[in-house]
């Protein structure tokens, strides 16, 4: 069975430090990869998906990049993080086979603070 | 914006009582679909309507859907305290990247014993 790993839980990091979250995906391959920040009480921004290795699409301009080293792996990074990157950042993939109408599975997320 | 919006923003019911949230949404899609969140946690595919389907059951799930109006609408028969959950619709546009989804700010639903 396909599973999502997402870490870590929980970040605490001071403002002007470097950002790395990683997430991997087994049991399928090929998968597009997403990652989403949730403020609070707010739905979900997609800030970059990748449909393949190398392949990185940005949805919003921003303070972060995003890798996809290989196939089932997915970064999230920053070089200097501000106070307004804190936020709950999801990791998620989808069916990159699938077409139309594919669901998508989520990781259990990270909460980052900048302080 | 191209995100869909739910309502009510949040919804307090007791134990036995039916839950109705509502989505709007702006343009054409090819699929709807749901999603529940648990705080601070991740969030899980409850169920995914497509634009040909006008009604979709799924144990305590029914989910409507009104391409005419743009809306959709996910009813929890008979709920329990642990539907306490933020829910939350998505949209597949029609002719974006297929996979991309845009989420609402979604629904807290509390269910009180």
């Known amino acids: 069975s396909q599973t999502i790993h997402q870490w870590p839980a929980t970040l605490v990091q001071p403002v002007g430090s470097p950002l790395s979250l990683e997430c991997t995906v087994e049991g399928t391959s090929n998968p597009n990869l997403y990652w989403y920040r949730q403020a609070a009480g707010r739905g979900l921004q997609l800030l970059f998906y990748?449909?393949?290795?190398?392949?990185i699409s940005s949805e919003v301009p921003q303070n972060l990049s995003a890798s996809r080293p290989q196939d089932r792996q997915f970064i999230l990074s920053s070089k200097k993080l501000l106070l307004s990157d804190s936020g709950f950042y999801l990791c998620?993939?989808?069916?990159?086979?699938?077409?139309?109408?594919?669901?998508?599975?989520f990781g259990q997320g990270t909460r980052l603070t900048v302080v | 914006s191209q995100q869909g919006e739910e309502d009510p923003q949040a919804l307090s019911i007791q134990e036995g009582e039916n839950a109705t949230m509502n989505c709007s949404y702006k343009t054409s899609i090819n699929n709807l679909q749901w999603y529940r969140q648990n705080s601070g946690r991740g969030l899980v595919h409850l169920i995914l309507?497509?634009?040909?389907?006008r009604e979709k059951h799924s144990g305590r799930l029914r989910v409507t859907l009104d391409t005419s109006k743009k809306s959709s609408s996910l009813l929890i028969t008979a709920s329990r305290a642990a539907d306490t959950a933020s829910y939350f619709c998505?949209?597949?546009?029609?002719?974006?990247?297929?996979?991309?989804?845009?989420f609402g700010r979604g629904t807290q639903l509390t269910v009180w014993p």
């Open positions: 998505a949209t597949e546009h029609r002719g974006s990247t297929l996979g991309r989804l845009y």
């Open positions: 998620a993939w989808s069916s990159g086979f699938g077409g139309a109408d594919t669901e998508a599975f």
């Open positions: 990748s449909v393949g290795i190398g392949q």
């Open positions: 309507i497509r634009s040909n389907e």
